[in-house]
């Protein structure tokens, strides 16, 4: 009996092993080749935008909204850094323009949700990177270098997961809300 018991501990042990074997190669096989790794560093504030401006109104955990003259929010900025999202959860109006800036020591791939398919955001999906309709989907579709950003324009009213795709187990949320009529 004492001895079906180590067999049975050793098998989890050999599993557990390849499991993890497995994964970390599946990671180091997801992370973007930096020398290869094309990044628009234009600052051209459409959907989907790479900027290589970095906004610091309060540097990490960048909650402050950009507001033109009449009320109308324009700009909020996510910083990912080598802890994650901050703010995690961020609640803006319809048709504001969201900047994710990477601050931290890596690449990140701002994305929506769900890893790794990237279709909780309507019309987003990762088969859709590369294609002329990249522009108008929730997702950087490659990896932001540090110092770099990418902008997107929340248009659709709901509660929006959203992920690193290179460290899918950093996350966070959009809640857009309809735009007030002032």
């Known amino acids: 009996m004492n001895k079906n018991i180590w067999v049975v501990v050793g098998a989890l042990v050999i599993l557990a092993a390849g499991w993890f074997a497995f994964e970390s190669r599946y990671v180091a096989d997801q ?57 995690a959860e961020l609640t803006v109006e319809a048709g504001t323009e969201v900047t994710f800036v990477n601050s931290s020591s890596r690449n990140f791939w701002p ?23 990249a522009g108008a989907i929730f997702d950087a579709c490659v990896g932001i270098a540090p110092g770099a950003s990418y902008v997107f324009t929340f248009n659709e009213v709901g509660e929006w997961g959203y992920h690193d795709h290179l460290r899918s187990s950093e996350f966070g949320r959009v809640i857009v809300t309809e735009a007030s009529s002032n």
């Open 31 to 87: 992370s973007p080749n930096p020398e290869s790794e094309s990044v628009n560093t234009e600052n051209d504030n459409s959907d989907g935008s790479v900027s290589n401006e970095m906004p610091v109104p309060g540097e990490n955990g960048v909650e402050e909204m950009v507001v033109e003259d009449g009320g109308e929010v324009m700009e909020s900025v996510i910083t990912y850094t080598d802890d994650g999202f901050s703010p």
């Open 111 to 133: 994305a929506s949700a769900m890893h790794p398919t990237h279709k909780v955001y309507p019309g987003s999906g990762i088969e859709k990177c590369g294609t002329d309709g």
